[in-house]
């Protein structure tokens, strides 16, 4: 158990874990701080971004500090050098202009820190991906062990697996929304007993962003060589009848890479049985330089990646979707000023990519 929480840091990847949930006597090891590193380059256009962090020790409710003034490159199989310049502290972007992974090219990663530490991930080929070739949906009615209906779509792909190599993939998904309104106030009157929206329109087209951020959805062709993959992907909800707008990622992965998050996967799920492995740290493939004992976590791939866009139907269900009752006893009210769409997480002014 002696990497409990370290593992725990390793699986999160800077996605927002915050706390361990069992104080463990886990040694002084786990006192001595590792570099948690979470680079990727594809295919697709830039920029790219690596996330340097250093682990803290269990009882530390930040978990990762952000890893500031490294120097950070990567290295292609022809010898150019392309650096990274840093944004927000502890990540670190490529230049879109002059850098593009291309697949067929090994790429290397070169973080030097401010107090002269070297490391180094192992090169990277970058493998193509299969195209997809179809996205499509299935309409599903549930009923619930209490009698409850939920409705809703299971979306899949199709996409031709190449025979005679072992291929490895991962999916992720995006969904986006065209917004009508950048803000909403809810302000409720109590005294008169009304209770009000506020509503802004957007100045500029804007999308609301929803994305399979942690999700880890993995496969292998072992027993499906060279055949017809077909994919579940996610599921949409059955709130409306207009289209629901998705763009789908195919990852080609390295084999490492595939056993690393698989890993974290097998990690994750543990219930704690007594017959569950215990926790352990999970290799990456990067290294400090002068000193190959040091453990350091995470990982830097290079993939491929097809991409495609659908609007899936949600017209041809023949009963109606639920009723909205969010807004039951609200009156809306629209505002004269339109409000700006400001960038974020969730939200985004550059047109989604088939659109």
Request: net charge negative; hydrophobic share 30%; proline share 7%.
């Amino acid at each position: 158990m002696k990497y409990t929480c370290v593992l725990l840091l390793t699986i999160a990847l800077f996605a927002g874990l915050t706390a361990c949930i069992d104080q463990i006597d886990t040694g002084t090891e786990d006192i001595v701080p590792k570099l948690v590193v979470d680079g990727q380059i594809t295919n697709l256009p830039g920029p790219y971004r690596v996330k340097l962090g250093q682990s803290e020790p269990y009882d530390n409710a930040s978990i990762t500090r952000a890893v500031a003034n490294a120097t950070v490159y990567v290295v292609d199989d022809l010898g150019n050098r392309y650096d990274l310049t840093e944004g927000t502290r502890g990540t670190y972007l490529t230049d879109s202009l002059s850098f593009q992974g291309e697949p067929g090219r090994t790429y290397t990663l070169h973080i030097r820190t401010d107090t002269g530490k070297e490391y180094q991930s192992q090169p990277q080929l970058l493998q193509d991906s299969p195209p997809i070739d179809t996205i499509f949906s299935r309409y599903v009615e549930e009923i619930t062990a209490n009698g409850v209906t939920k409705d809703y779509f299971e979306v899949y792909l199709k996409s031709q697996d190449v025979a005679g190599e072992k291929n490895f993939y991962r999916w992720k998904w995006t969904h986006y929304e065209s917004l009508t309104y950048c803000k909403q106030t809810f302000a409720p009157d109590t005294e008169n007993g009304v209770n009000y929206r506020l509503y802004s329109f957007c100045c500029e087209p804007c999308w609301r962003i929803e994305r399979c951020n942690n999700c880890i959805d993995l496969a292998n062709d072992q027993y499906t060589d060279g055949n017809v993959l077909e994919r579940l992907i996610t599921t949409i909800p059955y709130d409306s009848k207009d289209d629901y707008f998705m763009v789908i990622e195919q990852y080609a992965l390295s084999e490492k890479a595939y056993r690393f998050w698989n890993s974290v996967v097998s990690q994750t799920n543990n219930t704690g049985g007594i017959f569950d492995n215990p926790p352990a740290s999970i290799p990456g493939n990067i290294s400090n330089v002068n000193d190959p004992q040091e453990l350091v976590l995470g990982l830097f791939t290079a993939s491929g990646v097809s991409r495609k866009s659908v609007y899936l139907k949600r017209d041809y269900v023949p009963k109606p979707p639920p009723p909205d009752n969010s807004g039951v006893g609200v009156q809306i009210l629209l505002s004269p000023l339109c409000e700006p769409c400001r960038e974020g997480i969730v939200r985004t002014g550059v047109k989604p990519p088939g659109w």
